[in-house]
C-alpha cells in the first residue's frame, strides 16, 4: 500500500494559486493518483485524477513527474468556498477501498 | 448531475441498540462501499459490497456489522447493537467499475451518536 505524505495545512488568501504537494515514494505501477475534497460534515468529493504528466479539468490541475514519486494538485485562483480538507489517495491495485490520510486541511482567508 | 444519498442525516441512538443506516446509490453503479469518520479523524473503509455480496472489509467491520441491498436501489448498513465508541460520520459510497482508478462517489453522510 503506497503511503502518502501531505502537509497538515496550509493558508492562503482569495485569489492566490494554490499548490499542494504530496508525497508517495513507493507507488506502484499500475497505481493510480486522485486528490479528494471534503468540507466540515460531508463526504469526500472527487476532484481529479491521473496517472502520469499533467491533468486538468474544470476544477484543478495534476501534475505528476516522470518519476510519479510525488504529484502537485494545483487550485486556481482560490475563493472562501475552497476552505477545505483535500486528500491525496494512491490506488492500491486489485483494492476497492479507498484509504484516507490526515490530508492538508487549506484555510483561505479574504 | 446524480449522486448519492443518505437517510437519516442525523440519528441518535442508545448503547446496544440496532440502527439501520440507508443509502441510495447512484443508480448504474455496481460497487457500493460503507465508510466511517470519527469527529476529528480520518475517513476509513469499512465495506465494499459487489453483486450482492461482500468483496472486502476491513477490521472495524465485524460481526456486530452488516450490510445488505434489500432492493434494487437501496443499500443499508446495520450495527446490531450499538457500542459508544460506534458513534460516527457514515459515509455511503458507489463507483462503476470498482477499480483502482474508478471514482467513488460519497454520500452526504449519517452523523451517528450513540449515548
Known amino acids: 500500500l503506497a503511503k502518502t505524505t501531505q502537509p497538515i495545512s496550509m493558508d492562503s488568501y482569495e485569489g492566490q494559486e494554490v499548490n499542494i504537494t504530496c508525497s508517495h515514494n513507493n507507488i506502484a505501477t499500475n497505481d493510480y493518483i486522485t486528490w479528494y475534497q471534503q468540507f466540515p460534515s460531508q463526504g469526500p468529493r472527487f476532484i481529479i485524477q491521473g496517472y502520469k504528466t499533467k491533468v486538468t479539468n474544470e476544477v484543478a490541475s495534476l501534475f505528476i513527474p516522470a518519476d510519479r514519486k510525488s504529484s502537485t494538485l494545483s487550485l486556481p485562483r482560490v475563493s472562501l468556498s475552497d476552505t477545505a480538507v483535500y486528500y491525496c489517495l494512491v490506488g492500491d491495485t486489485g483494492r476497492r477501498a479507498l484509504t484516507f490520510g490526515s490530508g492538508t486541511r487549506l484555510q483561505v482567508q479574504p | 448531475e446524480p449522486e448519492v444519498t443518505q437517510t437519516p442525516s442525523h440519528q441518535v441512538t442508545q448503547m446496544g441498540q440496532e440502527v439501520i443506516l440507508r443509502c441510495v446509490p447512484i443508480s448504474n453503479h455496481l460497487y457500493f462501499y460503507w465508510y466511517r469518520q470519527i469527529l476529528g479523524q480520518k475517513v476509513e473503509f469499512l465495506v465494499s459490497f459487489y453483486n450482492n455480496e461482500i468483496s472486502e472489509k476491513s477490521e472495524i467491520f465485524d460481526d456486530q456489522f452488516s450490510v445488505e441491498r434489500p432492493d434494487g436501489s437501496n443499500f443499508t448498513l446495520k450495527i446490531r447493537s450499538t457500542k459508544l465508541e460506534d458513534s460516527a460520520m457514515y459515509f455511503c459510497?458507489?463507483?462503476?467499475?470498482?477499480?483502482?482508478?474508478?471514482?467513488?462517489?460519497f454520500g452526504p453522510g449519517t452523523r451517528l451518536l450513540v449515548l
Open positions: 459510497a458507489s463507483s462503476s467499475t470498482g477499480t483502482g482508478e474508478e471514482t467513488q462517489y
